[in-house]
């Protein structure tokens, strides 16, 4: 009688996956990548770049980056939200809200999401703000925490009204 043959699995042999698991990877690739863009959607153009650079956010969204910016960094939230934060010197926080067309009040928030950026959560003192213009909200925040003003900035697409 013949005993049966046992596999042994060495650092060599390679694994087996399950099919499943190749479509599950799949799938999940192409709804990710299915939300950066749609043809149905209006364009807005800062919120329908891939990647799109300080730059594009001043020119496109209208936001006034003073002289002082420094530590510029964006998230994509959704095919209609970006996220981005920057550090501005305290006497410019000025000059970016009026370049920007943002009124800044004390004490007002408005972004109470959090964001891979920042944390929902402000103990410090803070202003904030919210404009539109073509067809995108903008809404920042300046927090004032050790000496150092930070800035978020949320970049959304207003749905249409009709």
Do not use: K
């Amino acid at each position: 009688m013949e005993e049966p043959r046992t596999r042994l699995v060495t650092e060599r042999t390679p694994r087996r996956y399950h099919p499943a698991v190749h479509v599950s990877i799949s799938a999940l690739i192409l709804a990710f990548s299915a939300g950066a863009c749609s043809d149905e959607e209006p364009a807005n153009g800062v919120l329908d770049e891939l990647a799109p650079t300080r730059a594009d956010v001043a020119a496109q969204a209208g936001i006034e980056f003073p002289p002082s910016t420094t530590g510029f960094r964006l998230v994509r939230i959704s095919g209609d939200q970006l996220d981005v934060t920057f550090q501005v010197a305290d006497e410019e926080i000025d000059d970016f809200a009026e370049g920007s067309g943002i009124e800044l009040v004390d004490g007002e928030r408005t972004i109470v999401h959090a964001s891979p950026l920042w944390n929902v959560a402000v103990t410090a003192p803070l202003r904030g703000g919210t404009s539109d213009r073509d067809g995108v909200e903008r809404s920042a925040e300046v927090v004032s925490e050790d000496g150092a003003d930070t800035v978020r900035l949320t970049i959304r697409r207003i749905a249409d009204s009709e």
